[in-house]
């Protein structure tokens, strides 16, 4: 068997190329049986991953399977359920000067794609675009982070005892290996991380005009209403933002909101917090660690952006950071700045929402916005005044959980989309045919 980690990049490049002119990951049958086997590979291995990802972000077994094992598995079965049907080609009506002539679309894989994963969700966000690009018909470098090293070393163990391994390589590595990779034509790449190495892998794309889906993060914001229940909203919140001990790209990064409604948050928050994690979090088996000093130092001096009302305890040695909220945080203060990915939840208030409004289209496009009120005319007004690549109503993050929506950010929080069918577009070309009958 090939190691590709001793292969040049070229060569994994071309040897996967290679398989791809052969014609046989276009078969169908080589798709399923592809996505069946990285079925296999998950239900046969769940403790071993769910292991490596303790080891490198201390996340519980439980959120390991939902989050990782469970979600891809979900992905996988979406895919194989639609792939049929996805895959038909679609008619088109043709204007009537040609006559008996049909026209079609089909979708036609790429060739060789580069997956380039994150350390946060290390296993899903590596293995869910490979999902989508098998189906999709095409062969697949896939590049897990090197900041989450143990479930990387186990990716690049597992995947090709399970998979074709002329049409898929797991190429480990960090920066180095990265660029070299990069120096070589690919036919689509998608990168999730954030927008500086979303900067580079498009510019390196430029090269060989390659296309790119750039999954990225960003400031997140969650609107709530002073018609909302205080201790309900702060529950949804805490869930949604303490996950993975913040370490989410879709997590709400601040709360916006009104000054009283601030008010009634603060202790809500305190309390759902606890609720979800016990008066001592960092004996917790259900909260995660920061991934490593690097972050825990950058996390470490935003803590002091606000006042504390809940948190703030830390422990470089553990990498331990307290899920943390902050109140009467300046929108000038350092952890406004920045995208937090991590476990300290700063309260900004404004007047109304119109106010709120305008801080949101004043700052980047996030890769999330989050609402909770009971206004329909709040929702609306929200869906069609703002731009975000999501927006969830009444619950944070879980919008990524449904297979039929496109998860993908807009503007600064990315470009392009995948799940589902939505990884099928991205994958594939959508070749336009026409057949004009010769007698
Ligand atoms: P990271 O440091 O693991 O980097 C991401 C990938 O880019 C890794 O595989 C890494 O090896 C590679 N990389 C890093 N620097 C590089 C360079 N100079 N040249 C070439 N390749 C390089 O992860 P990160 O960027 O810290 O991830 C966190 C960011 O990702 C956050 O902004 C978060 O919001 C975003 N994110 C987005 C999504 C999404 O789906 N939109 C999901 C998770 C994380």
């Known amino acids: 068997m090939n190691n590709p980690n001793l292969e040049q990049p070229a060569d994994t490049v071309a040897r996967l190329r290679a398989t791809f002119r052969s014609g046989r990951t276009k078969s169908v049958d080589w798709r399923t049986t592809q996505l069946r086997r990285l079925r296999e590979m ?26 990782e094992i469970d979600a891809t598995i979900g992905e996988i079965d979406h895919m194989l359920d639609h792939l049929d049907e996805w895959l038909r080609p679609a008619p088109v009506p043709v204007p009537e000067y040609l006559g008996d002539a049909t ?18 969700f290390p296993a899903q966000l590596l293995l869910t675009p490979v999902v989508g690009a098998l189906a999709a018909g095409n062969a697949v470098v896939a590049k897990p982070s090197e900041l989450a090293p143990a479930t990387s070393a186990v990716l690049a163990h597992l995947l090709p005892k399970y998979v074709d391994t002329d049409a898929v390589a797991v190429v480990e590595g ?26 580079i892998v ?21 609107f709530v209403d002073r018609d909302t229940d205080p201790a309900d909203v702060a529950a ?14 879709v997590a ?64 470089r ?32 208030t ?27 005319a709040t929702r609306r007004r929200l869906a069609a005044e703002t731009s975000s690549g999501g927006l969830g109503f009444g619950l944070p993050v879980v919008h990524v959980t449904v297979s039929d929506l496109p998860f993908g950010g807009v503007g600064e929080s990315g470009m392009g989309n995948y799940h589902g069918r939505y990884s099928l577009e991205t994958f594939s070309h959508r070749k336009a045919v026409l057949d004009k009958p010769l007698s």
């Open 42 to 67: 998950l239900t046969d291995n769940g403790t071993a991953l769910a292991e490596a990802l303790h080891k490198d972000l201390s996340k519980s077994s439980t959120e390991a399977f939902r989050t």
């Open 103 to 120: 026209a079609w679309t089909q979708y036609d894989p790429l060739g060789v794609v580069l997956v380039i994963a994150p350390w946060n």
């Open 174 to 199: 960090g920066i180095p290996e990265t660029t070299a990779l990069l120096a070589e034509r690919f036919d689509h790449i998608l990168c999730t991380g954030n927008a500086a190495v979303g900067r």
């Open 202 to 222: 498009m510019t390196a794309a430029a090269r060989h005009l390659t296309p790119v889906t750039l999954e990225l993060g960003g400031k997140s914001p969650a």
């Open 236 to 249: 949804r919140l805490a869930r949604g933002k303490f996950l993975n001990a913040g370490q989410t790209c």
């Open 252 to 315: 709400p990064d601040y709360v916006l909101t009104d000054a009283e409604t601030a008010r009634a948050l603060e202790p809500a928050l305190a309390q759902a917090i606890e609720k979800l994690y016990g008066s001592e979090p960092a004996t917790s088996p259900e909260y995660g660690r920061i991934v490593n000093e690097r972050h825990f130092d950058r996390l470490s001096a935003l803590v002091d952006s606000g006042r504390i009302v809940t948190g703030g305890d830390r422990d």
């Open 317 to 348: 040695s553990a990498k331990y950071i307290a899920p943390t909220v902050l109140a009467d945080v300046d929108p000038q203060a350092p952890v406004m700045q920045e995208e937090i990915f991590g476990p300290v939840l700063p309260i900004v």
């Open 350 to 376: 404004v007047a109304d929402l119109d106010e709120a409004i305008n801080f949101i289209n004043d700052r980047d496009k996030p890769l999330a916005l989050y609402a909770f009120t009971e206004s329909a």
